[in-house]
């Protein structure tokens, strides 16, 4: 975010915030899995072209999509990043005025998209004493009959809990009897250790499943994103993606073509990173009275909440100014007495990162209140 900037022109403050947040040198902010390199997808420079046809995305990467998930090549519609495909599907359902229903605390752009595209919002709460579960009973209090869709992270984002095929089934139910949509991101659900499992939109036509291979796989430069869906959605959100960039980049696609190819070796390599990352929060938190948390299910973040403080905006900014270490503030997701802290990234940068942490929380001064 520029300095003096507006923030009514500010359509995500998490978004701009991140971009534009002061580097540190021990970095709890981000949300990704620790970059993948070319080496680490075998044959990607031989095979890697800078043209070719994915006039409706790349064909080979359309069928493997389809392939991994169950799902028929007309139900996928590839998109720039999981952002970009929850964009599409919020595009391809929702005229103004219509009303989007919205887990609280929320990844903020799920949030904005909908407001952007002038719907009007309604909200229910996962709850920190719940287990950040979804309610389907505090989602049923939130639909009316002017509900369109509704939008849950799974896992969640910030909180990395895991919403069950029952809780999902319940709320696609209360959908059908409006007429409405279920939008699913579940960027994160690939981290999950133990048997794979199904997205939501196996479970009927009225669900939306969007994901990438950023969080689960560290390919986030690809942008490879994608939206699954019953077929006459998916050729709409098609559509909406003509207007947004016509189509994605060629190279990209192709690598994400070669990356699904390779996915078991990549979900081990991201096992090997996060298995360890996840101990060491643990450890962490297991010595830390003044936190509290619901334990991840998988992903790469966790959101602990400070015992006694209202806001942890000022104390994350004196973590960074005087600790030299980075974790978001709460407030970006609703819940400001928590913040969130990255479990993908390099194992020593977590270790010194939450020393630091620790040495804060002790300091004597408003932020240990």
């Known amino acids: ?54 006039e409706e995305g790349y064909q080979p990467l ?16 590839v998109a ?6 929850n964009f599409l599907a919020c595009g391809a359902i929702l005229a103004r005025g219509d009303e989007v229903v919205v ?13 952007f595209l002038g719907a009007k919002i309604v909200r229910f709460d996962r709850v920190m004493e719940e287990g950040f579960r979804v309610d389907p009973d505090r989602v049923a209090a939130a639909v009316t009959p002017k509900t369109r869709l509704i939008v849950l992270t799974n896992l969640h984002n910030p909180t990395g809990a ?14 059908d009897q409006v007429g409405a949509r279920v939008l699913v991101d579940e960027v994160y659900l690939e981290s999950v250790p133990g048997p794979e499992l199904l997205p939501a939109a196996t479970i009927s036509p009225t669900f939306i499943t969007t994901s990438s291979l950023t969080k689960a796989y560290g390919l986030a430069g690809l942008r490879a994103g994608w939206a699954l869906s019953e077929p006459e959605l998916a050729e709409r959100m098609r559509r909406v993606r003509d207007l947004v960039d016509g189509l994605g980049s060629f190279p990209s696609e192709m690598l994400a073509f070669l990356a699904f190819q390779n996915l078991p070796a990549l979900r081990e390599r991201a096992r090997r990173i996060l298995e360890p990352n996840f101990r ?18 998988g992903g790469s973040v966790a959101f602990p909440r400070v015992q006694g403080l209202e806001d942890t905006w000022s104390f994350a900014r004196h973590l960074r100014e005087r600790y030299d270490t ?40 408003p932020f240990n209140r």
């Open 80 to 85: 720039n990043g999981a952002s970009g495909a």
């Open 162 to 175: 895991l919403a069950s095929r029952e809780s999902l089934t319940a709320v696609g139910e209360l959908a």
């Open 1 to 54: 975010m520029k300095k003096g900037q507006p923030l009514a022109d500010v359509l995500s403050l998490y978004v701009a915030w991140m971009k534009h947040a002061p580097q540190v040198a021990y970095d709890l902010m981000g949300s990704n899995l620790l970059h993948c390199r070319m080496d680490d997808l075998p044959g990607a420079r031989e095979q890697l072209e800078l043209d070719g046809f994915n």
């Open 103 to 115: 887990e609280r605390p929320v990844y903020d752009p799920l949030l904005a998209v909908p407001r």
């Open 62 to 77: 359309v069928g493997a999509i389809a392939g991994r998930y169950g799902v028929t090549p007309a139900q996928v519609s």
């Open 280 to 297: 060491v929060l643990s450890e962490f938190m297991e010595t830390r009275p003044e936190l509290e948390w619901v334990r991840p299910s």
């Open 326 to 365: 980075g974790v978001v503030p709460g407030r970006f997701f609703e819940a400001p007495k928590h913040f969130r802290v990255a479990l993908g990234g390099e194992g020593k940068t977590l270790v010194e990162g939450l020393r630091r942490l620790g040495e804060a929380l002790e300091a004597s001064g």
